[in-house]
């Protein structure tokens, strides 16, 4: 980062880790602000932590993560050549979906991390991101893979790796999904894969 967003980017970090915007505050073990390159071409947002994730301040660590990284490395990603985060950086209590107030007093956080990250594509993971950032009536079943370009960026959403953990019948279509996602980044991003 040059300095000057490197800055920005600490300073931001600190007043998101401290944040008592809403009720999650009060339960959380930690603030999980993000992980990877803040550099990074390619923008992955889940909805929230769950457990492993507040105890261990970093997102998609537990079953999930571990799936997230085999579908990664699918297409020659990395958690470090790409920027992980959440629509809610506190885990909602039992990992349920974070409610409409929790997401619009947390969502602040995410839109300056975009500002500061300047991606070229944004990967929604599940119906909860992509309802927040794409489109309220977004359909995931039906409409995941598919590319749309909103506000500068590429966006498109996949099947939340919890849920191909709970469906398994999914993990076909969410794999073609990460080809797409392959091919996009060929086409739009200058460094994010190796040659």
């Known amino acids: 980062m040059t300095e000057i967003r490197d800055s920005q980017w600490e300073q931001l970090k600190k007043e998101c880790l401290t944040c008592t915007r809403c009720a999650l505050s009060g339960t959380r073990t ?38 997230l990284d085999v579908m990664l490395a699918s297409v020659g990603l990395q958690r ?4 992980i985060a959440n629509i809610v950086k506190c885990r909602p209590p039992n990992n349920r979906d974070p409610l409409n107030i929790e997401q619009d007093a947390c969502i602040g956080w995410l839109r300056e991390q975009v500002k500061l990250i300047r991606p070229k594509i944004i990967v929604c993971l ?11 009536d977004y359909k995931i079943t039906a409409e995941h ?19 191909l953990l709970r469906d398994p019948r999914h993990k076909p ?14 086409e ?4 994010t894969l190796p040659d």
């Open 30 to 67: 930690q603030v999980v602000f993000g992980v990877g390159d803040p550099l990074s071409e390619v923008l992955f947002i889940g909805e929230g932590p769950g457990q492993e994730e507040d105890l261990r301040g970093e997102p998609f660590v537990g079953r999930a993560g571990q799936l």
């Open 80 to 83: 470090e050549n790409i920027y």
């Open 126 to 136: 599940g119906r909860v991101a992509a309802m927040k950032i794409i489109r309220p």
């Open 145 to 163: 893979g598919r590319w749309v370009e909103k506000g500068g960026f590429w966006m498109t959403a996949l099947y939340h790796p919890a849920f």
């Open 173 to 186: 279509d969410t794999f073609a999904d990460m080809k797409s996602l392959e091919i996009k980044i060929r």
């Open 188 to 191: 739009v991003c200058a460094r």
